[in-house]
Nanobody, 120 residues
Framework: QVQLVESGGGLVQPGGSLRLACATS????????LAWYRQAPGKERELVAS???????KYAESVKGRFSISSDNAKDTLYLQMNSLEPEDTAVYYC??????????????WGQGTQVTVSP
């Protein structure tokens, strides 16, 4: 049974920082493709950052230089360090994991989401 549990969201002032965490279970963590998405009210869900099992990371242009995605293999946990937060970063943030148990099969799993609000 795959479970993704997010934590770390909250209210922060512009320019502040937050670190989101996604604790995983039920997957081979080292072999999963992991990502953070976010969805603001009235907008589509968008990809924020992704990381492969080998540690290769990619970022959306809007967060490049401010956010950092990382994974801790010892804890099977995904992180998103968010610095220099802006009101535009306000959204529900979701942890995402993709696994490929066979050549022709792939599965996608989502966390429940955690609210990040950036406001003066």
């Amino acid at each position: 049974q795959v479970q993704l549990v997010e934590s770390g969201g909250g209210l922060v002032q512009p320019g502040g920082s937050l670190r989101l965490a996604c604790a995983t279970s039920g997957i081979i963590f080292r072999r999963a493709d992991l990502a953070w998405y976010r969805q603001a009210p009235g907008k589509e869900r968008e990809l924020v950052a992704s990381i492969t099992g080998r540690g290769n990371a990619k970022y959306a242009e809007s967060v490049k230089g401010r956010f950092s995605i990382s994974s801790d293999n010892a804890k099977d946990t995904l992180y998103l360090q968010m610095n220099s937060l802006e009101p535009e970063d306000t959204a529900v943030y979701y942890c995402n994991a993709r696994i490929h148990p066979t050549i022709e099969a792939s599965y996608t799993y989502w966390g429940q989401g955690t609210q990040v609000t950036v406001s003066p």
